[in-house]
Nanobody, 118 residues
Framework: QVQFVESGGGLVQAGGSLRLSCEVSGSPFYMNNMNAIGWYRQAPGKQRELVAKRSRSGATDYADSVRGRFTISTDNGLNTVHLQMNDLKPEDTANYYC?????????WGQGTQVTVSS
C-alpha cells in the first residue's frame, strides 16, 4: 500500500505563512506508477476541495482562491510534496490532506490541521 508522513500544520495569524510537507512511500509498483501528487482541504461543513497538485508531466494546478499565495513543489520526483502557504487568511482554515494518484486511483494521507486566526 501507500504510506504518508504529513507535517507542518498549525495555528497562525492572518497574513502569516506555513509550509506543509508530505512524504509518500510504498512498494516499487506504487512509487513507479504515480500520476500526480498534491493537497486538498476540507473545512467543517464543506466538501473536500483541491488546493494544488502537480502531475507527473510537471503541470501544476491551483484553486483560484490560493493562486498567487500558495506554491506547490516536489522532491524526489513525486515522492515528497511541499505546500508553501503565504498571506494566509481565516478562510484557509481547514484540514489539509495529502493526495496521490496512482494508476488513476486516489490515496489519502491522514490530514493536518491548519488554523488561521483573524
Amino acid at each position: 500500500q501507500v504510506q504518508f508522513v504529513e507535517s507542518g500544520g498549525g495555528l497562525v495569524q492572518a497574513g502569516g505563512s506555513l509550509r506543509l510537507s508530505c512524504e509518500v512511500s510504498g512498494s516499487p509498483f506504487y512509487m513507479n506508477n504515480m500520476n500526480a501528487i498534491g493537497w486538498y482541504r476540507q473545512a467543517p461543513g464543506k466538501q473536500r476541495e483541491l488546493v494544488a497538485k502537480r502531475s507527473r508531466s510537471g503541470a501544476t494546478d491551483y484553486a483560484d482562491s490560493v493562486r498567487g499565495r500558495f506554491t506547490i513543489s516536489t522532491d524526489n520526483g513525486l515522492n515528497t510534496v511541499h505546500l508553501q502557504m503565504n498571506d494566509l487568511k481565516p478562510e484557509d482554515t481547514a484540514n489539509y490532506y495529502c493526495n496521490v494518484v496512482i494508476t488513476w486511483r486516489d490515496y489519502w494521507g491522514q490530514g493536518t490541521q491548519v488554523t488561521v486566526s483573524s
